[in-house]
């Protein structure tokens, strides 16, 4: 059993808000959250359908229906933790990639996934980007989250402040061609709707777009997700 | 006003076994409405909040509390529609993208709208992949789906029936580099959970995994839509 106030706790760390106000963030599924265990996120509360240790840790045992009642996935695999959040600070990189606005918590997700295969350990977010510790993001960065470090700060000083070109993914750029790109840069995505804001722009060296195959194709865009993976993929492979 | 029936009727093609039973799709938004409009499938119905054409055809108006009672989506913009579904057969390609078994509408919806960009106009999938008239599929593809097929068929028999090398997305494969592959074969992609299923296996002539940056890189996979956008930027740009 777990007490009213606490269900009614686990379940305000939904909004960004009160997520800063105790400095907490809700993390589901097994798998999940043993990797947030082995990572430096500090663990606070272990919650468990079951008795059985995770990762050596006897979890306090919770009913199925109160599990349901906080959790935000539709089917919860038994397990929800909390952890603390542990301060990040930007490191200096070669490759650093930048998301100006991004909104959808799924691609931001699945950007930090796509980030650590290819081995970036940091993601440089505008400060109104969707929150990191979304549970959305949470669930589609399938743990990769507790190794990338998602940082909010101020493009514009962070752009001025590196002395590395900067490249911006823009539907009106030029076509981007693996022999034109090199690992040491800043690649910068814009939001799913906006693009890329204009004082971003004019601090930009180059703009590139993921050239279509024909040029009668009728998609106007591609997935944010889809050009990060694309880009990443022809730098790293 | 929209009889109880037909709300009834509607929101009955969430369902697989009555879009096939009626041979009918509900598509939702403005921009997928007009695009499946100018494409071979056929209008049936047209709804709209407000009175103005769409695609120069008048929409039945509809009141917007019986459009959230049958919309997917969590803020409606006014618009949907009822189309036929047409008829598709495999055509004759170099370069087929095959999917076996996939299972997550959004990831099988980006997949479409990518395949779409690099000029694949048809996707192969086994019989028991999600549905392509999924609504989260319709809504992922970003209207893609009305332009490119997605065909149903037993994986082996198609393998076994084209002259083409058939090769593997597969996590155990060799590392794949952009000088071994071309734009004349077959790529099989696997369910998100299971992979690609042995006897599919068999009939490969090689597997590729998309190499991690480092070894010791801790995520043990890449989202499959993901994976198919890096290989179709590797043989396409």
């Not at 272990?46 to 840790?57: Q, R």
């Not at 996935?73 to 200096?92: C, V």
């Not at 960065?141 to 590196?162: A, P």
């Not at 279509?212 to 194709?217: G, Q, R, S, T, W």
Request: proline share 3%; net charge positive.
């Amino acid at each position: 059993m777990v007490s009213k106030n606490q269900l009614k706790f686990i379940r305000s760390l939904n909004l960004k808000k009160n997520r800063i106000k105790h400095n907490m963030i809700v993390v589901e599924g097994l798998k999940t959250i043993s990797e947030f265990i082995k990572s430096d996120f500090q663990l606070v509360k272990l919650f468990s359908t079951e008795k059985k240790k995770i990762n050596n840790i006897k979890p306090e045992l919770i009913m199925e229906s109160e599990l349901k009642s906080i959790s935000n996935y539709k089917s919860p695999d038994g397990s929800l933790a909390i952890f603390n959040i542990s301060e990040r600070s930007i490191e200096d990189q070669t490759l650093y990639i930048v998301l100006d606005k991004i909104a959808d918590p799924g691609n931001l997700g699945t950007i930090i996934r796509t980030c650590e295969w290819f081995g970036i350990n940091q993601i440089i977010c505008s400060e109104s980007s969707v929150d990191c510790y979304n549970p959305k993001v949470i669930q589609s960065s399938m743990g990769s989250l507790s190794r990338v470090n998602v940082i909010y700060t101020d493009l514009i000083k962070f752009l001025k402040s590196k002395n590395l070109p900067i490249y911006l993914a823009d539907l009106n750029g030029k076509k981007l061609k693996k022999s034109v790109i090199n690992n040491e840069c800043i690649w910068v995505f814009g939001s799913e709707s906006h693009g890329i804001s204009k004082k971003v722009k004019k601090l930009a060296h180059k703009s590139f777009t993921i050239p279509k195959y024909k040029k009668n194709i009728r998609t106007d865009s591609l997935n944010l997700s889809t050009s990060v993976a694309i880009i990443l993929g022809l730098l790293r492979i």
